[in-house]
């Protein structure tokens, strides 16, 4: 009697059965292959993969330079960013490797840790006065998120306007005082746009532009830096410290979920409308681990015609039915919000607008969250903020920290994502298709100001605050892969 053989469709469950047994490089391959083809989508999978794939990445790097292994983490980033730009989470678990590299080395170099500015970045001593600025970027307005989803090059002055004097990513110029300075104060404005001494001839190299050899020359000297200290250092175990510290980054992954869903009680209150969108596991939990002491109304839009199959299941069942849905959504069931004794309405998006009245609170998930606050959600999130906006009713983001980028959103439209027009108008109406032109966006962009809280595995932060999470889990180096 033959026994009859289960064939897995290509996933994340696949590759990471693969990944224990094929070499890096044709894993590298596979991985792109996946997100190419889409066939591994959405935030959490895409990190889950990247994060298991740079753990091999750096469990088979041989030797100690820790210049060197930047550098192939690098290359392999470049490639899984390039493969599917809009999956902008990819990039953030890359940049978080990097970072645990360069904090692995810091903090093993003459057994003291560096802290603020010296830690992120090269020993290059500038002098800065009211006459003598830093030099500005000059290719930001060019930025496009298909170009490997990262930012230019930005050594210095860039992040001026949003971050604190405090943040890594700041360069601002040191305050002129009697304590700070030993030269005279300058107490005039006349001469503040005159013309430094020192400024660079036209034939050098401006601090973060591109050297012949292709990399910024802040790039260079940051490797050259790291170099010098990881062989300096003959008893650094860099790869073993590396490799702990990914797993972490998996434990993180794991556990955020749950860290979020941990403060549901101090947010959902007694007899409330909850209005949300989407199949979302962490908004599924949130919602149940707030049900165990309270009572209340959710209103679910079914956003159809993308996630309206998702959305029924996880209602019905408490497990996810997809078309595209992988192995590895059998461990994320969960008994449906019903059985927990809460009612829960299914509404069309076009009565988003009207209901909103009676709801006291919205809670949305997210795809990505931008460093300017924003985020890119499930298409229909941006009508909701906006009707939510009209209404005064406050609009909570959940979302774990390994989406929140450092990218800024330049051009909009690149950030997008749009999907099969047959499932908003079907071919066979072919005398109407042929008169319009029909538009399927799987995501929407929500600008800042219609956020009011998020709500992260660190707890909740005002929109203008992400940016210090940013600077707390990213080096001003890494933003450009």
């Known amino acids: 009697m033959t026994q009859s053989t289960v064939i897995q469709a290509p996933g994340l469950s696949t590759f990471l059965k693969s990944l224990k047994t094929t070499p890096v490089d044709p894993s590298v391959e596979h991985l792109i292959s996946l997100l190419k083809r889409r066939q591994i989508r959405n935030s959490r999978p895409c990190a889950i993969a990247t994060t298991a794939l740079l753990l091999r990445v750096v469990g088979e790097f041989k030797g ?3 210049a060197k ?3 192939r983490i690098r290359q392999v980033g470049r490639r899984l960013t390039s493969a599917q730009p809009r999956e902008v989470v990819v990039g953030n678990i890359v940049r978080r490797v990097l970072g645990l590299v360069r904090e692995v080395v810091d903090e093993n170099a003459d057994g003291q840790t560096p802290t603020g500015s010296e830690a992120n970045t090269p020993t290059v001593s500038q002098h800065h006065d009211s006459l003598h600025r830093p030099t500005l970027a000059s290719t930001m307005s060019t930025f496009s998120p298909l170009k490997h989803a990262v930012a230019e090059p930005m050594p210095v002055g860039i992040y001026d306007g949003n971050m604190s004097d405090s943040g890594e990513l700041s360069r601002r110029p040191p305050l002129l005082s009697s304590h700070t300075t030993t030269g005279p104060l300058v107490n005039s404005l006349f001469g503040l746009f005159s013309q430094p001494q020192d400024t660079p ?43 702990e510290g990914i797993r972490e980054l998996q434990d993180e992954l794991e556990t955020s979920d749950k860290q979020i869903a941990e403060v549901a009680l101090e947010h959902i209150h007694a007899n409330e409308i909850i209005l949300t969108h989407t199949a979302s596991t962490t908004v599924q939990k949130f919602l149940m ?29 408490g497990k996810k039915r997809e078309l595209h849905a992988d192995e590895d959504d059998d461990d994320d069931k969960w008994k449906p919000l019903t059985e927990a004794g809460i009612q829960v309405y299914v509404i069309p998006d076009s009565h988003v607008f009207a209901i909103m009245s009676r709801v006291n609170k919205v809670i949305l998930a997210t795809h990505t969250v931008l460093a300017n606050g ?8 941006h009508m909701i903020a906006m009707a939510a906006k009209e209404h005064q009713t406050p609009v909570v983001v959940l979302s774990g920290v390994y989406k929140l980028s450092p990218v800024y959103p330049f ?69 450009s892969l």
């Open 411 to 479: 051009d909009i439209d690149e950030l997008i994502e749009h999907g099969d027009a047959g499932g908003v108008v079907p071919y066979s109406d072919g005398d109407f298709v042929d008169k319009v032109d029909v538009e399927n966006p799987l995501y929407d962009y929500v600008p800042a100001d219609l956020v009011d809280l998020y709500i992260t595995n660190l707890g909740g932060h005002a929109p203008s605050y992400l940016y210090r999470i940013v600077a707390d889990h990213y080096r001003s180096e890494d933003i």
């Open 289 to 317: 681990y707030a049900a165990r002491k309270r009572k209340f109304t959710v209103v679910h839009a079914e956003t159809y015609p993308h996630d309206n199959t998702a959305t029924h299941g996880v209602l019905l069942t």
């Open 201 to 243: 001839s036209a034939t050098s190299t401006p601090s973060g532009a591109q050297s012949p050899n292709g990399k910024s020359t802040f790039t260079q000297q940051s490797l050259e830096r790291l170099g010098e200290l990881s062989r300096g250092q003959t008893s650094l175990d860099l790869k073993g410290e590396v490799m």
């Open 64 to 66: 100690r330079d820790a």
């Open 374 to 381: 924003s985020l890119v959600a499930a298409a229909g999130a």
């Open 69 to 71: 292994l930047v550098e």
